[in-house]
């Protein structure tokens, strides 16, 4: 069975870091465009990230540009989201995703196909 599973959230201070983890099981992340989303509390979901599964290309949502980064260690099977100088309005549910597409189109409104995701992490930013 094929299965994410994020984790890493928590409780952080604004201009705190926190880093999330999403390992797969059953499927070789390295193999899919990874996106990771958030989605706040009455919001709509928004995107933050994604990455090719082709050639490791990482495109970010303009909201977090300069301060979110991605990584992967594929020998744990598991991407990485390094959140630096958080701020209140970054607080979310925090998911994965194998997505199509993920192109330098890729931005907070992106609409494509989510195929498999997890069940988040929750990141909340307040002082």
């Known amino acids: 069975q094929r299965q994410l599973a994020e984790s890493g959230g928590g409780l952080v201070q604004p201009g705190g870091s926190l880093r999330l983890s999403c390992t797969g099981s059953g499927l070789t992340l390295d193999y899919y465009n990874i996106g990771w989303f958030r989605q706040a509390p009455g919001k709509e979901r928004e995107g933050v990230s994604c990455?090719?599964?082709?050639?490791?290309?990482?495109y970010y949502a303009d909201s977090v540009k300069g301060r979110f980064s991605v990584s992967k260690d594929n020998a744990k099977n598991t991407v990485y989201l390094q959140m630096d100088n958080l701020k209140p309005e970054d607080t979310a549910n925090y998911y994965c995703?194998?997505?199509?597409?993920?192109?330098?189109?890729?931005?907070?409104?992106?609409?494509?196909?989510?195929?498999?995701w997890g069940r988040g992490t929750r990141v909340t930013v307040s002082s």
């Open positions: 990455t090719t599964g082709t050639d490791g290309n990482t």
């Open positions: 995703a194998t997505i199509n597409p993920c192109d330098s189109g890729y931005g907070s409104r992106w609409q494509g196909y989510l195929e498999l």
